[in-house]
């Protein structure tokens, strides 16, 4: 059975830093494509970067330059390095790894 487990998430004040982890455990290969997604409240779900295992990226606009994606040395896993956080990056954040999902990990970032 396949999960996807993310970690990391927390509460911390405007200009801070946290990092997210993920890993997905039960996937017999190594899957090509991890990524981010976030959904603020009474958003919809956006998708916020992901990784090739090629460690090609892919950020949007919005943490262009704020945050890092990186894949770990172990098979499927994942990490979000998230600096200089601002309020508008509160949102509950879930791993994918192919087409398997998290249940997300939730980041306040209070100003």
């Known amino acids: 059975q396949v999960q996807v487990v993310e970690s990391g998430g927390g509460l911390v004040q405007a200009g801070g830093s946290l990092r997210l982890s993920c890993a997905a455990s039960g996937i017999a290969f190594s899957v090509n494509v991890m990524g981010w997604y976030r959904q603020a409240p009474g958003k919809q779900r956006e998708l916020v970067a992901t990784?090739?295992?090629?460690?090609?990226?892919t950020y949007a606009d919005s943490v262009k330059g704020r945050f890092t994606i990186s894949r770990g040395s172990a098979k499927n896993t994942v990490y979000l390095q998230m600096n200089s956080l601002k309020p508008e990056d509160t949102a509950v954040y879930y791993c994918?790894?192919?087409?398997?999902w998290g249940q997300g990990t939730q980041v306040t970032v209070s100003s």
């Open positions: 994918t790894a192919g087409r398997w």
């Open positions: 990784i090739t295992s090629g460690s090609s990226t």
